[in-house]
């Protein structure tokens, strides 16, 4: 069955650079959610969208933007990069009304 | 707003013994899921099972169960015949319909041989 897509899956930047996540959902999901996961921490949340429009808003830094498209893929867009930024970023995905999120496998950012 | 609490960092097990995680919620919903997530050293974030809040009955999938105790918040993992792919770390999550997944700070489970 198709999951979630991430990519890249890793990503190496440096401090005060721009770097772009993007995420392709699970087939007729209509649901993104965006984690973020420091080293030895859960995933803290980010932000959602539901058809196109943000649903949700977690602690996502001012610096951080993001967007659902038509054909409902996502991107994060992380800005003026900083080191607290380095982490294990989460996209999932879901139908509105389900109750279950399926994650991707992550995209690894370093920013050195 | 809502809450999980996961009060034990580490815990370990042989193989083929039994464990329980412990997980705690608070929430003044009474429509919600909760989960437990697992996720291994390559960091997957992998569904082991979920509970919907409105089901007295306790989840179950293979040595994977859940005791759910909705009065007493309570949303325990029990694993049976513990194997070494069990390795990982546990998270519990709540959930309120059509909002994100809240984690607990996650349990450490090795499991030995």
């Known amino acids: 069955a198709a999951g979630v897509i991430q990519s890249p899956r890793h990503l190496i930047k440096e401090k005060r650079e721009t770097a772009t996540l993007k995420c392709y959902p699970i087939p007729r999901h209509d649901t993104v959610y965006w984690y973020q996961q420091g080293p030895g921490q859960d995933p803290q949340f980010l932000i959602s969208f539901y058809e196109k429009m943000q649903s949700d808003k977690g602690s996502i830094p001012d610096r951080f933007s993001a967007q659902q498209f038509s054909d409902y893929h996502s991107e994060l867009n992380m800005s003026s990069l900083e080191l607290g930024d380095s982490a294990l970023y989460f996209c999932?995905?879901?139908?509105?009304?389900?109750?279950?999120?399926?994650f991707g496998e992550g995209s690894w950012l370093t920013v050195v | 707003a809502q809450t999980v609490t996961q009060s034990q960092p580490e815990m370990s097990v042989q193989e083929a013994e039994t464990v329980t995680l412990s997980c705690t919620y608070d929430?003044?919903?009474?429509?919600?899921?909760l989960f437990w997530y697992k996720q291994p050293p390559s960091r997957q974030m992998i569904l082991v099972i979920r509970q919907e809040a409105y089901k007295q009955q306790n989840a179950t999938e293979n040595r994977f169960s859940v005791n759910f105790q909705k009065a007493a918040k309570s949303f325990s993992l029990k694993i049976s015949d513990s194997q070494l792919g069990d390795t990982a770390m546990y998270f519990c999550a709540f959930m309120k319909a059509g909002t994100a997944l809240i984690f607990g700070k996650g349990t450490t489970l090795s499991v030995s041989s």
């Open positions: 999932a995905s879901s139908l509105i009304g389900g109750y279950t999120i399926y």
């Open positions: 929430t003044s919903e009474n429509n919600y899921y």
